[in-house]
């Protein structure tokens, strides 16, 4: 649904800008090729580091402000991206501990081209399949053999997020 969409007083669950949170769509307004409705969603919005101007800080990003997960049977406007679908809360918190690494961030960051993120900035960030556990950037420093080098130059670029 557009972001624009008109919040109604009953229906589906709906994630809305952050303004407006969750409230109701009419479910002949819902439309779900790809079959997301029934599973819990990590959403993340479509434009994270909006306002943001000043690139020789670090950048923010995605943080447990700006991000839901949605449980099944809750829909979301297009002001969000449904970064991952899955079977299981577990499995949306791990896919969630995942992206907020710096190091994830950090590969994200590098085909951001606009405040607006889509589903081709993604283009680097491997896909695990499979989300098991809390992932962190020591983890995935060992994993894909990232030198103390790189991670300075990740760590200085990307901001340390609460993840609460």
Not at 1 to 17: A, D, E, L, S, V
Not at 79 to 84: M, P
Request: glycine letters at 6%; aromatic letters at 14%; charged letters at 25%.
């Amino acid at each position: 649904m557009p972001t624009n969409y008109k919040p109604q007083k009953k229906g589906i669950p709906c994630w809305f800008i952050q303004k407006i949170g969750l409230r109701y769509a009419k479910r002949s307004d819902v439309h779900d090729p790809n079959s997301y409705l029934m599973k819990w969603k990590f959403l993340i919005p479509k434009a994270p580091i909006a306002g943001q101007t000043d690139f020789s800080k670090p950048v923010g990003f995605y943080y447990g402000g700006n991000t839901r997960i949605a449980k099944p049977g809750e829909c979301c406007t297009e002001s969000w991206i449904v970064a991952g679908a899955f079977i299981s809360e577990k499995e949306a918190k791990s896919f969630r501990s995942y992206l907020f690494t710096k190091i994830v961030r950090f590969l994200l960051l590098q085909s951001v081209i606009s405040q607006d993120v889509t589903r081709k900035c993604f283009a680097f960030v491997p896909n695990l399949e499979k989300y098991e556990g809390k992932y962190s950037d020591e983890f995935l420093t060992k994993r894909w053999g990232i030198t103390k080098k790189e991670w300075d130059h990740i760590d200085a670029r990307i901001s340390s997020i609460d993840e609460k």
